[in-house]
C-alpha cells in the first residue's frame, strides 16, 4: 500500500488520514508533496475550534509553513503517514522559525510594496 493510498480513506484499509469530503484527496497529496518539496518538516496539530475541524501545520527547516484540515483520526496517524516528527501546538507552541519567516515576508510585501509606489 502506497502513502497515498493510506489517504484514500475507506473502512477495508482503516480510515483516511484527512477527514472525508471531496478535497481530502486533493489534501493529501498537497501534504505529501509538500513534505517531499521541504527540508526538515515538522507537523504541529492544532484543536478543533469553533470554526474549524483538527488542523496541521507543517512547517519547514526555514520556517515555511502550510495548513490543512485534518480531523481526530487523521492528526494520530499523520505522523506514520508522512514520516515526520508531529507535535502537540497545545503542549510545544510554534515554533521561532515560524515566526521568523513571517516576519521576513512581512518585510518583503512592505518594500515590494513601496518600491510599486515610487516606479510605477
Keep these: 500500500m ?3 493510498d493510506r489517504f484514500r480513506g475507506g473502512a477495508a484499509r482503516g480510515g483516511s488520514v484527512l477527514r472525508g469530503g471531496s478535497g481530502s484527496g486533493e ?6 508533496e509538500w513534505v517531499r ?3 526538515g518538516v515538522e507537523g504541529y496539530v492544532e484543536p478543533k475550534t469553533t ?3 483538527v488542523t496541521v501545520v ?11 484540515i ?3 483520526r487523521g ?3 499523520l505522523a506514520g503517514d508522512l514520516r515526520i516528527p508531529v507535535y502537540d501546538v497545545r503542549k510545544t507552541g510554534y515554533p521561532q522559525r515560524m515566526r521568523d519567516y513571517d ?7 512592505q518594500r515590494a510594496f513601496e518600491r510599486e509606489l515610487r516606479d510605477p
Excluded: K
Design 103 to 109: 516576519a521576513r515576508r512581512r518585510v518583503e510585501r
Design 75 to 77: 492528526a494520530r496517524r
Design 27 to 32: 489534501d493529501a497529496r498537497y501534504l505529501a
Design 70 to 72: 485534518v480531523g481526530e
Design 2 to 4: 502506497g502513502l497515498l
Design 51 to 53: 470554526v474549524t475541524d
Design 37 to 39: 518539496a521541504h527540508t
Design 58 to 68: 507543517l512547517i519547514a527547516a526555514d520556517g515555511e509553513w502550510t495548513r490543512r
